[in-house]
T-cell receptor, first 115, second 116 residues
């Protein structure tokens, strides 16, 4: 069964460093998302992406964040200068994107630890 | 304002007992409703969803949920819990598809512990 994959599973970085979190969505899916979950808190939406453009972003997704789909298969989230409060589990999700709404399939997540 | 509430942070049940996890939302229309489950170290797996039609929906692993418009609720149920059901359960909602993709709003989750 096709699945969303994410790498790495765990990333440790120093404050101020740039990180890139990678996701490979399900191959025929067209809509892509990033969410995050700070330890002990609810899962929060960051950004949605379609047709090589951001569709919607939350207030969390500030200028330090960016997304791209560089090669038609990967979907990346970049944090330019990490802060302690960026420590969280980051989930990628994809959706087939047919007419009407469908379900989002989630990857296993990347745990980001900022020291 | 749009919101999703899971009033129970932690629930403990005995194996074989019935289970009901509560979810309420605040919204003027009928949203798209979902229940996800997260086991330790795993991603979010969809248990079931409601878009329209029959208000009692069946999902995987023997779970079901009932949409009650009058109560703005979408409670998850299972008649007999198994030890493997121990996990965290998230209610999630898409409030307005509109012209944007389906941003999911999550409740804070309910941690389920199952006693043998």
């Amino acid at each position: 069964e096709p699945e969303v994959t994410q790498t790495p599973s765990h990333q440790v970085t120093q404050m101020g460093q740039e990180v890139i979190l990678r996701c490979v969505p399900i191959s025929n899916h067209l809509y892509f998302y990033w969410y995050r979950q700070i330890l002990g808190q609810k899962v929060e939406f960051l950004v949605s992406f379609y047709n090589n453009e951001i569709s919607e972003k939350s207030e969390i997704f500030d200028d330090q964040f960016s997304v791209e789909r560089p090669d038609g298969s990967n979907f990346t989230l970049k944090i330019r200068s990490t802060k302690l409060e960026d420590s969280a589990m980051y989930f990628c999700a994809s959706e087939v994107g047919l007419a009407g709404y469908n379900e989002q399939f989630f990857g296993p997540g990347t745990r980001l630890t900022v020291l | 304002a749009q919101s999703v509430t899971q009033p129970d942070i932690h629930i403990t049940v005995s194996e074989g007992a019935s289970l009901e996890l509560r979810c309420n939302y605040s919204y003027g229309a009928t949203p798209y409703l979902f229940w996800y489950v997260q086991s330790p170290g795993q991603g979010l797996q969809l248990l079931l969803k409601y878009f329209s039609g029959d208000t009692l929906v069946q999902g995987i692993k023997g779970f079901e949920a009932e949409f009650k418009r009058s109560q703005s609720s979408f409670n998850l149920r299972k008649p007999s819990v198994h030890w493997s059901d121990a996990a965290e359960y998230f209610c999630a909602v898409v409030f307005d598809r509109g012209s944007t993709l389906g941003r999911l709003y999550f409740g804070r989750g309910t941690q389920l512990t199952v006693w043998p």
